[in-house]
């Protein structure tokens, strides 16, 4: 896999990155409980395919996926990107969430140790804390860059205003930059188009997609006439995955079914491989609950839609646009006022 350059910044990433949200989990945990020879496996195909970039959350099974993770790429850091999310509740307190200066240090170490290793090389916010002064944030994030700890920054889940915010007050301060965000995006899921994408275009931010397949809805098995099965993914996901609107989802698999015949690509592999045609997107995380479907996500890269199957996926998944974004999209008078780079991507 040929790497992509993560926005303007100096990290390079693969195409395909691997999500570890399944990897440890527990009972109570719905995305899933890969076990430690599974988890090695898996790491070791995407090691070799050049997926090289392991996506983790201190949350994900309560930190066992970092453990499991640092366990199967011990003694082969040198071949791994890590990324990590920081940010979301991990215990009672006040300091065990957020994005203030105690939280993230004592997150960041927890990740090092769990990882079994001295540095990260993507370290991201899980979410905006309206509670902390974004320089704050940011100071902090910078001491454990200029101590070693961290190599690059980037955000998750941030609105438009928020990440806008967070990069004026990193030039004022003279912090370091986000380089990316790591974002929902998928054909039956384009608000990242509205907003975010045309400030990553903006302003130098590459775009790290997670559910890419829409939590589960766009792998294949749902159609309209054919509901979820008793005690798959979606079935154990409920309202924890991305929403998704029922009609759009059937109009945009029956685009995907009619391409997937054309060309002899899975469905899965036509929605990755859409994703990756998008404007600033560098990375796309996948999961995968064994290797024939990590092998299948894999895939994906390697080939393009054509331009007639991209026009007719963006048909099929096109939602009208709220306020005031629709007027951008006319031809007069207000679409003049939008930079053609960012009309074209939107």
Request: aromatic share 8%.
């Amino acid at each position: 896999m040929e790497p992509r350059q993560l926005g303007s910044s100096g990290l390079f990433v693969p195409p395909i990155a691997f999500g570890t949200g399944t990897f440890g989990g527990g009972p109570d945990w719905p995305y899933g409980n890969t076990d430690v020879t599974l988890a090695r496996r898996l790491v070791d195909r995407c090691v070799d395919a050049g997926a090289n970039l392991f996506d983790s959350a201190d949350v994900y099974g309560a930190g066992s996926a970092q453990e499991m993770l640092g366990e199967v790429i011990e003694g082969r850091r040198d071949q791994v990107l890590l990324s990590v999310k920081v940010g979301l509740p991990t215990g009672p307190g006040p300091a065990d969430t957020g994005s203030g200066r105690s939280h993230l240090v004592d997150a960041c170490e927890a990740a090092l140790r769990r990882l079994r290793t001295d540095h990260i090389d993507l370290c991201q916010l899980h979410a905006f804390d309206a509670r902390v002064p974004v320089e704050e944030t940011l100071a902090t994030l910078g001491d454990l860059v200029q101590a070693g700890k961290i190599r690059y920054l980037g955000v998750s889940n941030f609105a438009a205003w928020q990440v806008m915010k967070s990069l004026a007050a990193a030039e004022r301060g003279g912090y370091p930059r986000y380089a990316g965000q790591q974002v929902y995006y998928s054909l039956v899921g384009r608000d990242f188009e509205v907003e975010l994408m045309a400030l990553g275009l903006d302003q130098g931010l590459g775009a790290m997609v997670w559910s890419p397949l829409a939590g589960g809805w766009l792998a294949g098995s749902v159609r309209r006439d054919q509901p979820p099965k008793a005690g798959s993914r979606l079935a154990r996901l409920g309202d924890a995955g991305p929403p998704v609107e029922r009609e759009l989802l059937y109009r945009v698999m029956e685009a995907l079914d009619e391409i997937s015949a054309e060309i002899g690509k899975s469905v899965g592999q036509i929605a990755i491989n859409w994703l990756l045609q998008r404007p600033t997107v560098a990375s796309v995380i996948v999961g995968a609950d064994d290797a024939e479907q990590l092998d299948q996500n894999l895939d994906a890269v390697g080939w393009s839609l054509t331009a007639e199957h991209v026009a007719k996926l963006d048909a099929a998944s096109t939602t009208p646009l709220g306020y005031p974004h629709f007027f951008y999209h006319r031809d007069e008078p207000f679409a003049v006022l939008s930079p053609p780079a960012i009309r074209r991507a939107l």
